[in-house]
T-cell receptor, first 112, second 114 residues
């Protein structure tokens, strides 16, 4: 069975640009969560979506937004990129809200 | 706001040594507890989890963890490590009724020398 997939694998952007990251959950999973992992730290929760509705939001500015599509895949958008947005962005899927999460390989974003 | 502390940032062991990694959290209500592992070049994988019941939980690859509610702790143990256990280990806490939000500790890098 395919696990959580994320694209692209790596991305380099310039300050002020916008970026869209994509995630496909495990088949049958209806919840997707996004995390940011800065080098040397644990992942930090950004968003959770379940059945296409936002179910949770972490302490991130409004430059960060996300959505979930009818097929349960998800996109994370970050506007007006800052150097501090450089990180590994992780997507995790679960069968439902509050259930065990399975992580994808992540997208490595570098902002120059 | 809840927080998770992992007291050891780096641990270096020889093969066959015993491993114990500390994890403490700050939240007085009901929680679910997890240990995740990230092997070099791989993605986060679930080692074990505690939802309820027996506070001693067993996970994959010979790992176990003990939930001590009075100490707000969920320490990870393995009696005899192998070189292949070299990885970064993360403790995570989920508050019940808080959806899927996991709060992670800062991680512990474990190096097992052959």
């Amino acid at each position: 069975d395919a696990g959580v997939t994320q694209s692209p694998t790596h991305l380099i952007k310039t300050r002020g640009q916008q970026v869209t990251l994509r995630c496909s959950p495990i088949s049958g999973h209806k919840s997707v969560s996004w995390y940011q992992q800065v080098l040397g730290q644990g992942p930090q929760f950004i968003f959770q979506y379940y059945e296409k509705e936002e179910r949770g939001r972490g302490n991130f500015p409004d430059r960060f937004s996300a959505r979930q599509f009818p097929n349960y895949s998800s996109e994370l958008n970050v506007n007006a990129l800052l150097l501090g947005d450089s990180a590994l962005y992780l997507c995790a899927s679960s069968l439902g809200s509050g259930m065990e999460q399975y992580f994808g390989p992540g997208t490595r974003l570098t902002v120059t | 706001a809840q927080s998770v502390s992992q007291h050891n940032h780096h641990v270096i062991l020889s093969e066959a040594a015993s491993l114990e990694l500390g994890c403490n959290y700050s939240y007085g209500g009901t929680v679910n507890l997890f240990w995740y592992v990230q092997y070099p070049g791989q993605h986060l994988q679930l080692l074990l989890k505690y939802f309820s019941g027996d506070p001693l939980v067993k996970g994959i690859k010979g790992f176990e963890a003990e939930f001590i509610k009075s100490k707000f702790s969920f320490n990870l143990r393995k009696p005899s490590v192998q070189w292949s256990d070299t990885a970064e280990y993360f403790c995570a806490v989920k508050i019940m009724a808080a959806g899927n939000k996991l709060t992670f500790g800062g991680g512990t890098r474990v190096l097992v020398k052959p």
